[in-house]
């Protein structure tokens, strides 16, 4: 079983809708989780962070974690055709000198069309 | 605040021979990660340095290997290139402290022929 599951898509929706983006996780020493905005032939773009279980809010993004069911999402409202990339979800163990690697989803490729 | 910064962008190898992509860090960050992305296996950890010390390694072969200087930039040196090693590399850099957000650059693409 992969550390971090996501579900590639792709994913498509009119301008205008709610898109969540989810994914799940195994390992329960992940506590640090990230969404990242990749478009094409760029580097991922950090979005949000999260420490703690709960929402948390900025702009038209929401990041959703559940610890206790070992389950991230992602909800874009309002969703732009510049919204259109590759989403990737990330998560790390924690502080510490050897936990600060990234753990990453495959990414799921979203495309707004207008 | 500049970002992070790779060079070179492109490159074009053959097998065999060896690579060497550079990475500076976001001014004031300490930590530098690099990561391998491919269509198949996604984003992978390769290794972190931290004031110029290897703190973590991920599951690369000997072949890749890095370093870090006193001023945070950051080198990673591919030996003995294959056909597999075709991807793009990224680079990441953090503040040091608790808090684990890494900051991107826009990659290195290698391309092994």
């Known amino acids: 079983q992969k550390e971090v599951e996501q579900d590639p898509g792709p994913l498509s929706v009119p301008e205008g809708a709610i898109v969540s983006l989810n994914c799940t996780y195994s390992n329960s020493a992940f506590q640090y989780f990230m969404w990242y905005r990749q478009y094409s032939r760029k580097g991922p773009e950090l979005l949000m962070y999260?420490?703690?279980?709960g929402n948390k809010e900025d702009g038209r993004f929401t990041a959703q974690v559940d610890k206790s069911s070992k389950y991230i999402s992602l909800f874009i409202r309002d969703s732009q055709p510049s919204d259109s990339a590759t989403y990737l979800c990330a998560m790390s163990a924690g502080s510490g000198g050897s936990n600060y690697k990234l753990t990453f989803g495959k990414g799921t490729l979203l495309t707004v069309n207008p | 605040k500049a970002g992070v910064t790779q060079t070179p962008r492109y490159l074009i190898k053959t097998r065999g021979q060896q690579v060497t992509l550079s990475c500076s860090p976001i001014?004031?960050?300490?930590?530098v990660s690099w990561y391998q992305q491919t269509p198949g296996q996604g984003l992978q950890f390769l290794f972190e340095y931290f004031s110029e010390t290897q703190r973590n390694k991920g599951n690369f072969p000997g072949r890749f290997s890095g370093r870090q200087f006193s001023n945070s930039r950051s080198e990673m040196n591919v030996s003995t290139l294959e056909l597999g090693d075709s991807a793009l590399y990224l680079c990441a850099s953090r503040v040091s402290g608790g808090r684990n957000e890494q900051f991107f650059g826009p990659g290195t693409r290698l391309t092994v022929l």
């Open positions: 999260t420490y703690s279980s």
């Open positions: 001014s004031g960050h300490r930590s």
